[in-house]
């Protein structure tokens, strides 16, 4: 069975930071996209970063968090990580990660529905 199980969630003053983790079990990351997506209450689920698994690992972000946000991936242990820099109020969301097998394609999209793989989610909460 695949799980995918983010941790490193809590709550930071604006500017603080996180790092957020995807540790991946049931299936090995080797050739596939990793994604993080948050949601905010009563917003639609966005995405705020990507990575493929192409020689390059090149990498996709929103303009909102551009500069601040940065993924990272480890396959050899299976995870992904989100390190989140100079946090804003408006970054409070669930954050999500999600998966899925593009070996071939070397940009990855930020489209929720290109990713079949996802985990619950853990809270960030920006408040001073």
């Known amino acids: 069975q695949s799980h995918l199980v983010e941790s490193g969630g809590g709550t930071v003053q604006p500017g603080g930071s996180l790092r957020l983790a995807c540790a991946v079990s049931g299936f090995s990351l080797d050739g596939y996209w990793i994604g993080w997506f948050r949601q905010a209450p009563g917003k639609e689920r966005e995405g705020v970063s990507c990575i493929s698994d192409s020689s390059s690992s090149s990498t996709n972000y929103p303009d909102s968090v551009k500069g601040r946000f940065t993924i990272s991936r480890d396959n050899a242990k299976n995870t992904a990580f989100l390190q989140m820099n100079s946090l804003k109020p408006e970054d409070t969301a669930v954050y999500y990660c999600?998966?899925?097998?593009?070996?071939?394609?070397?940009?990855?999209?930020?489209?929720?529905?290109?990713?079949?793989?996802w985990g619950q989610g853990t809270q960030v909460t920006v408040s001073s």
């Open positions: 999600a998966a899925d097998w593009r070996p071939h394609l070397e940009l990855c999209t930020l489209d929720t529905g290109w990713y079949g793989f």
